[in-house]
């Protein structure tokens, strides 16, 4: 295996030494002045965006078994270091370069930052320095992948995991996040309204984590009941991502805005009914209402508002909170009957939630909300909706399809599984020799 690191190490060297001696000059399109209230808040937005991949960190690691709390956890901690050298390399620049045929972004037009600096850019950041969007939307790249860790918990080899998020975050998360943000994406012209996400990080995320578990097959002991390491670590989680998830959906608003305080509201709002409807479901069912289920349903109700928080009302987001929590709940429910072992539910959640997230945008979307979108199904935009469908089976097929050829390639490479002794130690000593 070390010649191989050594390799792929020598690789982005080279990469990086090519970029910056071959990219071409940077045509200036600088917008107007910087906005100092935009800014300051972009920069918290920023910094809340990245308290959510240690929020996650805690929220996976709290579910798993005791010998695997630390090397779970890593796996979230580790992608904030990969991801920004990867996003700073060439990430940036394929998610908002130049536009190929509004299918990726021309790879030497920010490559290794070249040209992202303190001055506003009139399309993509025209009140913020440039260098600070680039920033946040690294944030972004980091969480996706570090996501997709939950559906193979317990079972996948360190070395491996490493190579397919950088994978991932170059051949998947990079062109859908051109498809769906840049101005020349085919989904943003196709009319998709994608406010924070819901296509670009959490279906992408989740129909990985199905690829996944299929890929590296049910863990030794799947079916034998297991009781989570540590439940606090899980509501600690939930707390974080809670909070980081303002930046994520608020921030999205580019701006100190009105518009990001509607987003603030319906955020927060559809978390807090996709919680009470989760409970209140375990209740109903005879079961009782855990700490554990509140977390899952309020996570799933962030999930699910993502995509609509900037183009919905109050009410919307309640609705929107509330059927997520319904739906994954019951996908939750089948998965549990399926025999696949996705082992913190992360398709049923994240895979779920975005799809319906994004149907739901289709059906309550209004301009009166945000007059840069468009009306959805309920005032009379059936385009918006059928639009929407589209996406869904699009980024759902490439999603799935692609990270299920990464997992294989992966595993010709690298080994994806531990093996059976090392699972039953568990990755904490095995992976990294820690206890």
Known sequence: MKPIWLGLLGLLGA????????APPIVSNVGGPIDAGDTAWMLTATALVL??????????????????????????????????????????????????????????????????????EATLAPTIPFVLFALFQMKFAIITPALVVGSFAERVRFNAYLLFIALFTLLIYAPLAHWTWHPEGFLQQMGVLDFAGGTVVHMSAGLAALAGALALGPRQDHGQPHEPANIPYVLLGTGMLWFGWFGFNAGSA????????SAFLTTHIASSAAMLTWVFLDGLLGKKMSALGACIGAVVGLVAITPAAGFVGVGASLAIGAIASAVCYGAVN????????????????????????????????????????????????????????????IVASFAFVGSLLLFKLVDKIIPLRVTTEQEAEGLDISQHGNK
């Not at 990469?15 to 071959?22: D, G, I, P, R, Y």
């Open 51 to 120: 308290l959510m991949t240690p929020g996650l960190a805690f929220f996976y690691g709290g579910m798993v078994r005791p010998k695997n709390v630390i090397s779970t956890m890593l796996q979230s901690f580790i992608a904030m270091g990969l991801i920004s050298i990867l996003w700073v390399l060439v990430g940036f620049s394929l998610s908002f370069g130049e536009s190929i045929s509004g299918l990726i972004g021309n790879p030497l037009t920010y490559a290794v930052f070249r040209g992202v600096g303190p001055e506003t």
């Open 254 to 261: 580019l701006g100190a805005t009105g518009l990001a305080a």
């Open 15 to 22: 990469v990086a030494v090519l970029a910056l001696a071959t």
């Open 334 to 393: 089948l998965r549990g009957r399926s025999g696949l072992d996705d082992t913190l539910d992360v398709f049923p959640c994240h895979g779920v939630g975005g799809m319906v997230g994004m149907l739901l945008t289709g059906v309550f979307a209004s301009m009166a909300i945000n007059s840069g979108g468009a009306d959805g199904l309920l005032y009379g935009g059936a385009e918006l909706f059928g639009s929407h469908i589209l996406a869904l089976l």
